[in-house]
């Protein structure tokens, strides 16, 4: 499974030791590999030409987020860090430059009274440089938090916001349109793919569009809201977890493995992966 070509496509999100070794780890793995799988399509395309395979031979197994909800709900969690419920915007995801933290804290700073307080949610994480988001009196970064108050951080917002650069695919909107949130999100990535109609869309490289794109969203009137989390709801509904498993089954079962020294494809083009035969 590969999942996304971030390594490539934003190389400043990643400790130089840890890049040059998984560039180097993921191609040979390619060269080796009996089958593709990759969570969307835009990664598909991604990846293709830094691995050198063909973009049909990548079978899409999707992520999902109806992991979501089986955490219990924590109603309270809102108020435990110091927010009003429906009365703040959430953001979720680790502190990667590619999550564009300074740009949305930056259009929020821009957008003063007009929007409501901006919680962030996410830590470090492993090999990937660490950005800093520009912390407030209306911008609080909460770092990790356990499961159950993610839920309730989720309910509790009135919008989820979400600036990535690139994304393979997008589980942390996913998560907040299957909570019945609506999404203020970045046409980014795979985000367009995964998401649908449903979101409020900007271009993450445009501080002053992530700015309009919350000031309409507050302007917008509560029948467009609901709208808005109907559609949201409709298109997480799409993806899950059980049915995505089964793809993957299905994805490696059947398989025929070949020697390196046998795919004339490795040297002459790009390798698509053969299946045995039925029966």
Request: contains cysteine; proline residues 8%; glycine residues 10%.
């Amino acid at each position: 499974m590969f999942y996304a070509a971030n390594l490539w496509q934003i190389p400043r999100a990643y400790a130089a030791r840890y890049r040059l070794w998984h560039r180097f780890l993921r191609t040979r793995l390619a060269r080796r590999a009996a089958a593709f799988l990759t969570v969307s399509g835009y990664s598909a395309k991604a990846l293709a030409g830094r691995l050198g395979v063909a973009e049909e031979g990548f079978r899409i197994v999707p992520n999902s987020a109806d992991h979501i909800l089986r955490l219990p709900s924590a109603p309270d969690a809102p108020a435990r860090y110091g927010l009003t419920p429906g009365r703040y915007f959430l953001s979720v995801g680790n502190r990667s430059p590619n999550k564009n933290l300074c740009a949305l804290t930056a259009a929020h700073a821009a957008c003063g009274d007009e929007v409501p307080p901006l919680a962030l949610v996410g830590g470090d994480a492993p090999g990937v440089v660490a950005d800093a988001a520009c912390e407030n009196d209306r911008v609080n970064a909460f770092g990790r938090v356990p499961d159950g108050d993610l839920r309730g951080l989720y309910e509790g917002a009135s919008g989820f916001v979400f600036a990535a650069l690139h994304e393979g695919f997008g589980i942390p909107p996913l998560e907040a349109m299957r909570l019945g949130v609506p999404v203020i999100c970045a046409r980014s990535g795979a985000m367009p793919e995964v998401l649908g109609d449903a979101p409020l869309w900007f271009d993450p490289r445009e501080e002053r569009d992530i700015a309009q794109a919350m000031k309409r969203f507050v302007g917008i009137d509560s029948k467009a809201r609901i709208e808005m989390i109907r559609a949201g709801q409709r298109q997480a509904q799409k993806y899950c977890w059980r049915k995505s498993a089964l793809m993957l089954a299905e994805g490696v079962v059947g398989v025929t493995w070949q020697r390196p020294s046998d795919r004339q494809a490795v040297a002459d083009g790009p390798f698509v992966p053969q299946r045995r035969p039925a029966g």
